[in-house]
């Protein structure tokens, strides 16, 4: 079955720099595209950046020039790497594929103090 495991979730400072990743199984990870998404308290969920199977990525405005996604497919692994954090960027950060249906890890907390 299709699983999604997240790591790398820390309390960091403002400015400082955080890097997770999320391992995948269950499913041929070399061809979808994997989305990373946060949410923090009293909002919705969001997204926050995307890589296709080619590599092409893309990413919210709040998080432009600061955070990086990549992928090692011989890994089956998706990582977010957060530079520059600030205390909005606190958050669970979830990973997501779609395979026929939505599927989700568990999250990974992060937070960002002032």
């Known amino acids: 079955q299709v699983q999604l495991v997240e790591s790398g979730g820390d309390l960091v400072q403002a400015g400082g720099s955080l890097g997770l990743s999320c391992a995948a199984s269950g499913f041929i990870f070399s061809i979808r595209t994997i989305n990373w998404y946060r949410q923090a308290p009293g909002n919705q969920r969001e997204l926050v950046a995307r890589?296709?199977?080619?590599?092409?990525?893309n990413y919210a405005d709040s998080v432009k020039g600061r955070f990086t996604i990549s992928r090692d497919n011989a890994k089956n692994t998706v990582y977010l790497q957060m530079n520059s954090l600030k205390p909005e960027d606190t958050a669970v950060y979830y990973c997501?594929?779609?395979?026929?249906?939505?599927?989700w890890g568990q999250g990974t907390q992060v937070t960002v103090s002032s």
């Open positions: 890589i296709t199977s080619g590599g092409s990525t």
């Open positions: 997501n594929v779609f395979v026929g249906d939505d599927y």
